[in-house]
Nanobody, 126 residues
């Protein structure tokens, strides 16, 4: 069992920044890849970013590449999403997810992730 708790969401003006955190507990966090996804009501969940178990590999959706950075601190069992140059279209509920397959390469496919957090709202005003 894995518990994921996101934090750091809020309201920000376009062009601003936010850093999301996802604290994990319950298993050996450092052995599995993590991802961030987002969802707007009425739309499908969208991949944002993913990071390998070691942090050495990262992947991004084209829509956030160059603006968002995913990172992890395995000593703190936490994964981060630094979001810069935010746009109104980044408004969504952001979820972190854990893939508990041992040291598998990270994926952008949501159905490959086993555990999800409760989500944190990010609202970007124009």
């Amino acid at each position: 069992q894995v518990q994921l708790v996101e934090s750091g969401g809020g309201l920000v003006q376009a062009g601003g920044s936010l850093r999301l955190s996802c604290a994990a507990s319950g298993r050996t966090f450092s052995d599995y890849p993590m991802g961030w996804f987002r969802q707007v009501p009425g739309k499908e969940r969208e991949f944002v970013a993913a990071i390998s178990w070691s942090g050495s590999s990262t992947y991004y959706a084209d829509s956030v590449k160059g603006r968002f950075t995913i990172s992890r601190d395995n000593a703190k069992n936490t994964v981060y999403l630094q979001m810069n140059s935010l746009k109104p279209e980044d408004t969504a509920v952001y979820y972190c997810a854990a893939d508990i397959n041992f040291r598998r390469p990270p994926t952008c496919w949501g159905n490959e992730y086993d555990y999800w957090g409760q989500g944190t709202q990010v609202t970007v005003s124009s």
